[in-house]
């Protein structure tokens, strides 16, 4: 079962994760508080950034990119009926 990813305030999801001042419009999409997405995938990022892979592109302006980076601040995971809060530091985060 994929697991769903929460945002949790309004925020972006980038194509890396470098600043997204620093990012053209084109590497990011706005994503809103409250909307979830099924996510097939995820792993710690750097810069407290979490790499989410999506098996479908869930953006029809980027039909062809299916990993984007999140702020872990920004989202929730929910794996099955476990709610998992971003983790302090990457190496203690695993799924």
Known sequence: MPAQLRVLANT???????ESSVLPTDA???VY????????TY???ENAHIQLVF????????PNALQWFAFKGHVELIDGERIMPPPQHPQSWSH
């Open 55 to 62: 098996s479908r592109s869930p953006f029809p302006s980027h």
């Open 33 to 40: 508080q409250g909307q979830e997405f099924a996510i097939a």
């Open 28 to 30: 990011k999409v706005p």
């Open 12 to 18: 972006v999801f980038k194509l890396s994760v470098q």
């Open 43 to 45: 792993n710690p990022a």
